[in-house]
T-cell receptor, first 111, second 114 residues
Framework: QKEVEQNSGPLSVPEGAIASLNCTYS??????FFWYRQYSGKSPELIMS??SNGDQEDGRFTAQLNKASQYVSLLIRDSQPSDSATYLC???????????WGAGTKLIIKP | DAGVTQSPTHLIKTRGQQVTLRCSPK?????VSWYQQALGQGPQFIFQ???????QRGNFPDRFSGHQFPNYSSELNVNALLLGDSALYLC?????????????FGPGTRLTVT
């Protein structure tokens, strides 16, 4: 059974600090890794994609991938109250056709 | 650039009834995936359509069926509704050509079964 694990949180971070979100996956054959942000009552929004080991940066967001450790992380710099949401980690499943999802980490940014 | 659209936004049905949900993919996308998301959980893959064919299916019963039209839009049908089918149903579109495999979601349809 292919799995994606995330700490459910909530993770509370002061405004302006760095929020660090983590995700582990079980399938060593996975090649595509995604972070989605989901506000309460809304649909998931793609914020970062990463495909190779190392860091991928986009504005205040940095995704980090370590395939040897089967570990993906998301760093949010200069956290803002608007970053408060649930962050979902998704990994491609067999044949890249489906995404396997974690249950999400709830992030709360305290003003 | 038109994003993924879904209809209806909300739906209330009675146990045993049938429901059809609709999805139009993002402009330029040709692949549609459907997911079910229960409260507090990550989305669960139902199936994916490409070239009007279901090419992969998750662990959902045959009560869940779908269709893709020549214009790439898609429908999700659920028969004999159960209380446990109450959830947010998400449609995601992607582009088959390319290496990103990125999926973009519509706003979802909130289905309540009473």
């Amino acid at each position: 059974q292919k799995e994606v694990e995330q700490n459910s949180g909530p993770l509370s971070v002061p405004e302006g600090a760095i929020a660090s979100l983590n995700c582990t996956y079980s399938d060593r054959g996975s090649q595509s890794f995604f972070w989605y942000r989901q506000y309460s009552g809304k649909s998931p929004e793609l914020i970062m994609s990463i495909y190779s080991n190392g860091d991928q940066e986009d504005g205040r967001f940095t995704a980090q991938l370590n395939k040897a450790s089967q570990y993906v992380s998301l760093l949010i710099r200069d956290s803002q109250p608007s970053d408060s949401a649930t962050y979902l980690c998704a990994v491609n499943g067999q044949s890249n056709y489906q995404l396997i999802w974690g249950a999400g980490t709830k992030l709360i940014i305290k003003p | 650039d038109a994003g993924v659209t879904q209809s209806p936004t909300h739906l209330i049905k009675t146990r045993g009834q049938q429901v059809t949900l609709r999805c139009s993919p993002k402009s330029g996308h040709d692949t549609v995936s459907w997911y079910q998301q229960a409260l507090g959980q990550g989305p669960q893959f139902i199936f994916q359509y490409y070239e009007e064919e279901e090419r992969q299916r998750g662990n959902f019963p045959d009560r869940f069926s779908g269709h893709q039209f020549p214009n790439y839009s898609s429908e999700l049908n659920v028969n004999a509704l159960l209380l446990g089918d109450s959830a947010l149903y998400l449609c995601a579109s992607s582009l088959e050509e390319g290496v990103s495999y990125e999926q973009y979601f519509g706003p979802g349809t909130r289905l309540t079964v009473t």
